[in-house]
């Protein structure tokens, strides 16, 4: 009895001290304790901190260069990994042969099961710089004995030779951050002239919506033709990159904006502001200090739909051949290798890259949803 009697006043005493952290929390702790009871949003979480995990060491997973084409290597099938010869543990793939079909002219690759190539963590191959800067030649996954470029093709090759899981981590990369360069650049855009159309009114105000309604009575789609058209094809990935991203964030903002201006001419009236007002706060700290925090279960909820959003039209431009294009590598300029038909029946395999995007868009929408209701702990 005293042992049960000690349990039932160590959970009282829990409790207060959970009362009274409640009390004394921020609301960013408040927001991170009630976005943890939203498993579906931790999950998704964790999700995207491994895709930007891949964003920073495509390079050491990539296990071939992915610009180092073979013709007659190309359109193999993926190959798998074998993790066990017999019962023993020894991943391990079969070797690739390939041979004229008598019939069809065709090349055509079959595994030999006879010759067995061993797969090894961490071993030495193409040379690459890490995050840029630091020189390395070290992979994740490689063959021992042979070059990764002739004998592992995890996810098959394209019609080029290329290694299709190489480019696959590449690609990642830029799809990955091209929308949070995107998503920036929309956000600043957006608070910063929808806080100042709805906070000053007027002539700014009348401006700044006559200038979004343009930008949205314009079609998406012819505008986005125009302008990519007008990027000079000898243009380097890095300037393509940009151009892009400043493309896909001329439109991205006007809708943030309406909504920022909207809340901010309701909000100009409050007390709060007219205590900043009187307390001798600029005009620009009242905005951003106190203004734009108010509504910050939208503006998340915003962002993480934009981020989507922003993926996918990087990905459909791509695809389209009005986004990135070769050498440059993205989600939308491997799937431009599906486009036909006869790919979905013929080479499945290179609708892969379609895969990480809905896997992506999935994420940040239930990542969005629990960051929403996060937002505003108190309700």
Partial sequence: MAEETLTHREIEIFEEQGDERIYAASQWQLMWWRLRKHRLAMVSGLVLILFYGIVVGADFLATSNPRESNAK????KPQPVRWFDGWKLSPHVYAIKGKRDPRTFKRVYQADPN????VRFFVRGFEYKFLGFFPSNLHLLGVEGARAEATLFILGTDLQGRDLWSRLMYGTRISMTIGLVSVALSLFLGLFLGGISGFYGGWIDTLIQRIIEILRSIPTIPLWMGLAAAVPKDWSVIKMYFAITIIISLIGWTELARVVRGRFLSLREEDFVMAAELAGANRMRII?????????????????????AIIIAETSLSFLGLGMRPPAISWGVLLQAAQQVQAVALTPWLLLPAIPVV???LAFNFLG?????????YG
């Fill in 73 to 76: 290597r190309g359109l193999m």
């Fill in 115 to 118: 010759q067995k190539l061993p």
């Fill in 288 to 308: 951003f200090r106190h203004m734009v925090p108010s509504f910050m279960s939208h503006i998340i909820a915003a962002t993480t739909l934009a981020l989507p």
């Fill in 359 to 361: 896997i992506a868009v």
């Fill in 369 to 377: 949803d629990g960051l929403r209701d996060a937002a505003d702990p």
